[in-house]
């Protein structure tokens, strides 16, 4: 039976996963978008070929629901959507913070809800998707959910009660990437390197470093240790790394990326 799936709040996230969903195959008759603004609904149409629909409706024709607003529009999202979200629905909220719970609150009695933490990487088909059931959500749920995230990269299952270390690790994970290659291409600005070099060396850095990651399976200190020559170029500036507390420095940003993903728990501020 063909599937229809709707995703309501078409943001960047929400545009990535039309987008991989189309790639998937799903024809875009069985693809709907929501948008607040009329001229993000026409950018959509025209891009995707997918129907533009009003919250209600989406919540009326489609199986699959996907809410992927930011955490503090939820509230006002599921006031549209509740009246018109039969418990025969799949909910899936892409939303940092929110629990199931909170979902199940304010849907029809029974309404199954799943929540995943997926990140941008599903712009090229390389999304870590975190899952996690509801109290209502069956193993059929969970593989429909895995159907639709698994085309634009790795899914992973975890307790709910991981979601919001998942969040500071996986779903923000790729900034704290981005921005250490932007601090790693000034530093080759610093030692008179042209921009555009020293980006390129970086960002190959990266890559090499992240295939190696995943490929080899070896444990990174292993890695680090290949590249770190006694008494050479590496070590000396692990030692700057250690001075300035870097490893202490990612400890407290993830604790604090875990803590705000807590606090958004009810929607908040
Ligand atoms: N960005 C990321 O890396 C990740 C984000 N997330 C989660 O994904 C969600 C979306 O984030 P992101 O894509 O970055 O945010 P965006 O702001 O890009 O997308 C949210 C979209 O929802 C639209 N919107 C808000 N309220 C409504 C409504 N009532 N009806 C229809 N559309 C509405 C907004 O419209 P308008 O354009 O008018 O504001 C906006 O286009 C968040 O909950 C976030 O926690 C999860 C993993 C990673
Ligand atoms: O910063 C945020 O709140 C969202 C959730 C994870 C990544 N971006």
């Known amino acids: 039976m063909t599937q229809r799936v709707a995703v309501l709040g078409t943001g960047k996230i929400g545009e990535a996963l039309v987008s991989g969903l189309l790639r998937a195959g799903k024809s875009p008759a069985d693809v709907l978008v929501t948008a607040r603004r009329p001229e993000r609904a026409a950018e959509l149409r025209e891009r995707y070929g997918v129907e533009a629909v009003d919250n209600a409706e989406a919540a009326k024709t489609a199986d699959t629901l996907i809410l992927t607003v930011k955490p503090q529009d939820m509230g006002a999202l599921l006031d549209e959507l509740a009246p018109h979200v039969g418990a025969d629905r799949l909910v899936i909220s892409g939303a940092a913070g929110v629990p199931t719970a909170w979902f199940e ?9 799943v929540r995943v933490m997926t990140n941008t990487p599903v712009l090229v088909d390389e999304a870590m998707s975190v899952i996690s059931a509801g109290a209502h959500a069956s193993e059929q749920h969970l593989l429909r959910t895995e159907e639709i995230f698994k085309p634009v990269g790795r899914t992973l299952r975890v307790p709910e009660s991981q979601q919001d270390a998942a969040t500071a690790l996986s779903g923000s994970g790729p900034a704290y990437f981005f921005f250490l290659v932007e ?21 190959q850095a990266a ?31 692990i030692r700057e790394l250690e001075n300035h507390g870097v490893r202490a420095a990612l400890l407290s940003a993830l604790e604090a990326a875990r803590n705000r993903s807590q606090e958004l728990a009810s929607g908040g501020k």
Do not use: C, F, N, Y
Not at 187 to 199: T, Y
């Open 105 to 113: 609150q304010r849907l029809a009695p029974g309404t199954p809800v």
């Open 183 to 203: 601090a790693m291409t000034d530093a080759g600005i610093l030692l008179g390197l042209p921009r555009a070099v020293a980006a390129d060396m970086i960002v």
């Open 207 to 237: 890559v090499g470093a992240s295939v190696m990651l995943r490929d080899t399976g070896e444990h990174p200190v292993k890695l680090r240790e290949a590249v770190t020559s006694p008494a050479g170029t590496t070590i000396a500036a």
